[in-house]
């Protein structure tokens, strides 16, 4: 039997269904003492808090920080008043036991939500169930060990609630198939993310009678079979195959050195924003590290880190790449990322305000602490330094100077470091793309930062979305400005790489390589993909 | 009492963790705070009231402070829908 339902999630997946009944009604039930219920209550919602907090620890570890956030807006809601009030108006005046309290009011707000005229709030009655259905379970004393499985399986229910989702071990469940739910919701988006197959909106279709049989599901066109037959099995392994094939395809090109059918070589590297991410980019075969965004240390810390701090950071980076060049960006705050302890005066205009490079060259104590931590561990790996928001020599000149005080220091406190370290510079204002050709007499590379220099070059705030239609990133003022200074870099003998969004940007590829930047920095997951657009091109 | 009135520029509108954050807010202040638009008005300390007003990209919001501490709670609301919406 062949189902339609909407996809959810990319994949194919082929494995015996596993059906989540759903829990069955709580009866009406008076109690004769609702202060006890209050109580029971009060303890449930106590105990869900502390579970919430966990998950939002453990979710930001398996499925990244955007996602977690989803379990943090579920911390909200058990605070809302509205739900509390409903919930504690039922125990006191109608005097019903705690479970169905928490039942009923879940079904208003459900409802309430369902009826929103807009698809974002719709969805979110998932989270109210969410955090109703962890009240019951509570309440009731259920343990959630129906997810728990030894043997593949694709789970099926009528809908599937984010945190029951987040908590799925991938390599036991294959698939997900829900009778009801939203391409839009959190369950579908940590199906992606896990690259779970997933198929939604089957109805009336699935039913508890699947349970047990086999399935076969297509996430990317959204077709389920249940008892497929040989033919229908064959068809389904072929186009796992051919998925497999996809993926062993750029697998193939991993060790294998980035450079067009017509021989120009071009260094690929991948952009990271803290210390795990340096597996990660390893793991994808990146050359290097072409951005080490190096103020998560700052934006995470309370208080400004320590020398010890940042070592351990950058050495461990160092180690990870196992003798990959790591370019490390030193300090980048300011304008949009804020670290309340900088202290910094609120400014009309912090775009063009005290960032970066300025921060760094006012407070050269702060800027001093970052360099030496660096140096001292580039003796454990192949390190730059790159200064972020570059518009004059002065800066440059300063910058390194700085630095070339650090070394001394550490040269007489006998610390090891790499004398020959690289300082190069971020060409992201149209300032620095036209003076570069002086600019490269002096730094040893340049990294374009397409998006600042966008914003600065068009006079676009890139944070404003309603002028979209004014933001160009193919503008030819900002391609003209990127040739200049690729230019500029050759004839002084230096390199230029771009580490903005703009680099992995297929329509510009080809104009990239035509005017001979030497660098691309991306996405580690996007690495291998790019080397294959760049084995695959002919100049 | 106090009124502020914001157009929304946030493409996402009130979604949820914005009105996390206005709850969070109003909660800290003893002032009555409102928000809402010209057609309905939900309390500013309630995280579900506020995200079922749908307040989207465009919209006018209008928010109203009343009480012993309105002057500064007017303050932080004001600059936390210039900062976040």
């Given amino acids: 039997m062949k189902i339609q339902g909407k996809s959810a999630s990319g994949g194919i997946a082929v494995a015996r269904v596993r059906y989540v009944a759903k829990r069955e009604p709580i009866k009406k039930l008076i109690v004769s003492d609702p202060d006890k219920e209050i109580q029971r209550f009060d303890i449930a919602r106590n105990q869900a808090a502390d579970q919430l907090a966990q998950l939002v620890i453990s979710t930001r570890a398996t499925l990244g920080e955007e996602n977690s956030k989803l379990f943090e807006i579920h911390q909200m809601m058990l605070e809302d008043l509205d739900y509390l009030d409903a919930i504690t108006s039922k125990l006191q005046e109608e005097k019903v036991c705690a479970e169905y309290a928490v039942q009923e009011t879940a079904e208003e707000f459900v409802s309430m939500f369902a009826q929103l005229n807009d698809d974002y709030m719709k969805a979110r009655a998932a989270d109210i169930r969410d955090i109703s259905e962890r009240l019951l379970d509570i309440l009731t004393d259920r343990i959630s060990h129906v997810f728990d499985t030894n043997e593949p399986v694709i789970m099926a229910a009528e809908d599937f609630v984010p945190s029951q989702t987040a908590r799925f071990d991938r390599s036991k469940v294959l698939g997900l198939i829900t009778k009801g739910g939203s391409e839009n919701s ?11 197959p997933a198929v939604i909106g089957l109805k009336e279709s699935l039913t508890e009678v699947w349970d047990g049989q086999l399935a076969a599901v297509d996430g990317s066109t959204g077709e389920v079979i249940l008892n497929p037959d040989e033919q229908e099995t064959a068809e389904f392994q072929k186009r ?24 120009k ?56 790449l196992a003798g990959r060049p790591v370019i490390i960006r030193t300090l980048d705050i300011g304008a949009d ?19 970066a490079i300025r921060i760094c060259l006012t407070r050269p104590e702060v800027f001093k602490t970052q360099l030496r931590a660096i140096y001292r561990a580039s003796a454990y790996g192949r390190l730059m330094i790159m200064f972020p928001m570059i518009t004059s020599l002065w800066e440059l000149r300063k910058g390194k100077s700085i630095a070339s005080q650090v070394r001394e220091e550490l040269r007489q ?27 490269a007499q002096e730094a040893d590379f340049f990294s374009l930062g397409t998006n600042d220099l966008t914003q600065y070059t068009l006079a676009v705030d890139r944070q404003n979305h309603s002028l979209e239609q004014f933001c160009d990133t193919h503008h030819d003022a900002v391609l003209r400005l990127i040739r200049i200074t690729v230019e500029n ?18 329509e510009l590829l080809k104009f990239f390589l035509e005017i001979g930047v030497d660098e691309l920095s991306v996405a580690p997951s996007q690495v291998l993909g790019l080397r294959k657009k760049i084995v695959e091109l002919n100049l | ?81 210039k900062d976040n919406l």
């Avoid at chain 1, 796992?240 to 021989?263: A, C, D, M, S, V």
């Avoid at chain 1, 990322?337 to 205009?349: R, S, T």
């Avoid at chain 1, 406190?413 to 600019?439: F, R």
């Avoid at chain 1, 870099?489 to 297929?506: Q, R, T, V």
């Fill in chain 1, 413 to 439: 406190e006998g610390i090891a470091y790499d004398s020959d370290l690289p300082i190069g510079i971020m060409i992201e204002t149209p300032a620095a793309a036209v003076i570069s050709d002086l600019l």
């Fill in chain 1, 186 to 196: 959190h369950t579908a988006i940590f199906a992606r993310t896990m690259g779970i």
């Fill in chain 1, 489 to 506: 870099a050759h004839k002084n003998g230096i390199w230029a790489g771009i580490c903005g969004e703009l680099a992995a940007d297929s």
């Fill in chain 1, 240 to 263: 796992k195959q051919k998925e497999l094939f996809q993926k062993n395809e750029l697998e193939t090109l991993r060790g294998k050195p980035t450079i067009t059918k017509n021989g």
């Fill in chain 1, 265 to 320: 070589t071009i260094k690929l590297y991948a952009n990271i924003g803290c210390v795990a991410d340096a597996a990660v980019a390893m793991e994808n075969d990146a050359e290097g590290i072409g951005l080490f965004r190096s103020e998560f240390l700052y934006l995470e810390s309370q208080d400004y880190p320590t020398e010890e701090v940042q070592f351990k950071a950058y050495k461990a980076v160092a180690e990870t």
């Fill in chain 2, 1 to 81: 009492m106090k009124t502020i009135s914001y157009i929304i520029t946030d493409e996402l509108g009130i979604h949820a963790r914005p009105a996390g954050m206005i709850a969070k807010l109003a909660k800290g202040y003893k002032s009555e705070i409102k928000i809402g638009t010209s057609n309905k008005m939900a309390d500013a300390s309630r995280v579900i009231g506020i995200m079922s007003l749908c307040m989207k990209q465009g919209d006018e919001i209008i928010v109203t402070v009343d009480g012993e501490d309105e002057g500064e709670a007017a303050e932080a609301i004001s600059a936390l829908l």
């Fill in chain 1, 337 to 355: 990322k804020q670290a309340a302890y900088f202290d910094l005066e609120e400014e009309e205009n912090p775009a063009m305000g005290m960032r």
